[in-house]
């Protein structure tokens, strides 16, 4: 059973930065598809960033793209999520989210992932 702990979360005003992280364990880490997601309330949860653990390959969502950045640490099992130039509209749960094992990464589709952690605030303000 593969565990996502998020953390990283807070408030900061527009144009800032913040790096989610999160930690994946009890499972195979490598060959393994991370995402990121987000949801506010009243809104569908969306995917915004996926990472392939095997390579690095990325995949961003059109609304975070050129300003969020995925990578890793193997090291350390874990995945981050750099957030730039935040806007408002940025303000949400985010929540990190894996496939099984060795399953393809090209999918931002919240059905095609298995696992979840239990998210992380984020709040952006103008």
């Known amino acids: 059973q593969v565990q996502l702990v998020e953390s990283g979360g807070g408030s900061v005003q527009a144009g800032g930065s913040l790096r989610l992280s999160c930690a994946v364990s009890g499972g195979t880490y490598l060959r393994r598809c991370v995402a990121w997601f987000r949801q506010d309330p009243g809104n569908e949860r969306e995917g915004v960033a996926t990472?392939?653990?095997?390579?690095?390959?990325?995949l961003y969502a059109d609304s975070v793209k050129g300003r969020f950045a995925s990578s890793q640490d193997m090291a350390k099992n874990t995945v981050y999520l750099q957030m730039n130039s935040l806007e408002p509209e940025d303000t949400a749960m985010y929540y990190c989210?894996?496939?099984?094992?060795?399953?393809?990464?090209?999918?931002?589709?919240?059905?095609?992932?298995?696992?979840w952690g239990q998210g992380t605030q984020v709040t952006v303000s103008s």
């Open positions: 989210a894996a496939r099984e094992f060795g399953v393809p990464c090209s999918t931002l589709a919240r059905g095609d992932y298995t696992y």
């Open positions: 990472i392939y653990t095997r390579g690095g390959s990325t």
